[in-house]
Nanobody, 115 residues
Framework: QVQLVESGGGLVQAGGSLTLSCAAS????????MAWYRQAPGKQRELVAA???????KYADSEQGRFTISRDNAKNTVNLQMNSLKPEDTGVYYC?????????WGKGTLVTVFS
């Protein structure tokens, strides 16, 4: 079992920045893939950014250049730095980990971007 706990959500004006953090109960160095997903109101959950323990990263097209995913092995966290936020970035952000063939999810943190 892997526990994932998100933090850092909140209310921010368009153009601003937020950093989300996901704390894992297992060493993140051992977790193959860690990712952030967003679920906007009335929409399906979608991938925002992903990071592999081999150093690879992947971003959704709309987040490329604005968001940065990073791992902090010392703190056992995965962070999502979000810049130039837009109202369409609003949603619940979930941390996801793929570990030993199983998918794990946090409970999410709400980000609201107002114009």
């Amino acid at each position: 079992q892997v526990q994932l706990v998100e933090s850092g959500g909140g209310l921010v004006q368009a153009g601003g920045s937020l950093t989300l953090s996901c704390a894992a109960s297992e060493s993140i160095a051992s977790i193959n893939t860690m990712a952030w997903y967003r679920q906007a109101p009335g929409k399906q959950r979608e991938l925002v950014a992903a990071s592999t323990n081999g150093g690879g990263t992947k971003y959704a097209d709309s987040e490329q250049g604005r968001f940065t995913i990073s791992r902090d092995n010392a703190k056992n966290t995965v962070n999502l730095q979000m810049n130039s936020l837009k109202p369409e970035d609003t949603g619940v952000y979930y941390c996801n980990g793929w570990y030993r063939g199983m998918d794990y999810w946090g409970k999410g943190t709400l980000v609201t971007v107002f114009s």
